[in-house]
């Protein structure tokens, strides 16, 4: 069927063009109203567009600033920090007897200078006691380690490396032995004002100044 | 005729001047001028809302759908091209979509299958009287689905060509063509069945 028969057959249908059209004004009209509820929703609308794109700017800025900030304050690969806040005048338990010598340490004490000469730091005004150690296997402490040791900068250089090793001279579960090690390192060293001896479980440990005792 | 009054030249005149008009409202209404939106629901709003209403036959939900096809029809001004179409028949085209997207939305359509009939040339009964082949005619239109029932006034009401029907529909003309006569067929096969 070509278009000419459908033309004929659809143009030629009064009936069902009457019919549509009664029906079509029988159909309720516009209502007045309806125009004026139309118009306040397109110019809201209109008002709600320009609000959006201020409130997408907001969120973008403010994501941008947050990322900024973010990156800024990416913490470093270091794990996280104990801090321990000491003060310049900690005093430690005596040290008692112990079985094996640290070769290491005595060497450098036999070839020391006479530590009695030397003065210890501003801020060393006693003498520090050691803790007790316990008995351990492969323990390498010096029977006769005393507190002037950490008075020659040279047994303190040594301490410090041997504490970078420590995993392999202090057992990790260790902590009291660490901790103790870096606290007489930390007392043989000329020290800040509120100095703050910051460790971490592997016994890496930094010293840094506060101006206030801080919680880390 | 008016053509035939007026003579060629003067029509052809009264067109340019008529869509110089339309091409300032929509650059207006591209630029949410109040004014021009006022003009927009004056000149289109009627024939707008009758378009929705063969399809959403509950007046709140004809209102609210109409409300709907304006702010859709400014957010969409943009796109508008007047090449394609005029902009009552591309207002017509957001309200017919807006409609059925109405109803689906709603639950309230009914998919309905095309009849596999052959002959489209189906004559009316000459033995009928034309009164009552009209009556009956307006009562099978409200058994037609929305869809059908909007095609078939878009051709009838208001003189649509194939073209503009079949871009509100988003078909083709031949279609259109060949929906109008099934229409026109099924309505007379609901008349004949109708009791008298």
């Not at chain 2, 051709?155 to 649509?160: G, K, L």
Request: glycine share 4%.
């Amino acid at each position: 069927m070509n278009e000419k028969d459908i033309d004929r057959i659809l143009y030629g249908d009064t009936h069902l063009g009457e019919a549509i059209r009664q029906h079509e004004q029988k159909q309720p009209s516009l209502p007045a109203h309806l125009n004026g509820k139309v118009m306040v929703q397109l110019l809201s609308a209109g008002a709600h567009r320009r609000h959006l794109w201020f409130w997408v700017g907001g969120v973008a800025a403010s994501l941008l600033i947050i990322i900024g900030i973010g990156m800024a304050m990416w913490p470093t690969s270091k794990p996280k920090l104990q801090a321990k806040i000491t003060e310049a005048t900690v005093k430690l338990p005596s040290v008692q007897q112990v079985e094996q010598p640290q070769t290491v340490i005595q060497a450098e004490e036999q070839h020391a200078p006479s530590l009695e000469e030397k003065k210890p730091a501003p801020m060393m005004a006693k003498a520090i006691p050691v803790k007790p150690i316990k008995k351990t296997q492969n323990r390498e402490i010096p029977d006769t380690l005393g507190n002037e040791i950490w008075q020659n900068p040279e047994n303190v250089e040594r301490a410090l490396r041997i504490l970078a090793d420590c995993e392999a001279t202090i057992l990790h579960e260790e902590q009291e032995m660490r901790n103790m090690v870096i606290e007489a390192t930390f007392h043989g060293t000329p020290q800040p004002a509120n100095a703050v001896i910051v460790t971490n479980e592997m016994g890496d440990y930094e010293v840094i100044e506060t101006p206030n005792a801080i919680d880390i | 005729m008016f053509e035939h009054c007026l003579g060629e030249k003067t029509c052809m005149n009264m067109n340019k001047s008529m869509k110089q008009e339309t091409d300032i409202l929509i650059d207006q209404l591209r630029q949410r001028n109040p004014a021009a939106c006022q003009k927009l629901l004056a000149d289109y709003g009627t024939a707008v809302f009758q378009m929705v209403r063969r399809i959403v036959t509950v007046q709140e939900d004809a209102e609210e759908v109409y409300q709907d096809v304006f702010v859709k029809a400014l957010q969409a001004i943009g796109n508008f091209d007047s090449r394609r179409a005029t902009l009552a028949t591309w207002l017509n085209r957001i309200a017919y979509h807006e409609a059925l997207n109405f109803l689906r939305s709603r639950k309230l359509s009914v998919v309905y299958m095309e009849e596999q009939n052959d002959d489209l040339d189906d004559a009316p009964d000459d033995e009928m009287p034309d009164e009552l082949t009209i009556q009956r005619l307006e009562m099978a239109l409200t058994e037609l689905p929305p869809h059908e029932r909007t095609i078939i006034t878009m051709f009838y009401y208001d003189n649509m060509s194939l073209a503009d029907i079949a871009y509100v529909t988003d078909s083709i003309p031949s279609t259109i063509g060949s929906q109008l006569c099934r229409i026109r067929k099924k309505l007379y096969r609901i008349i004949k069945n109708m009791k008298p």
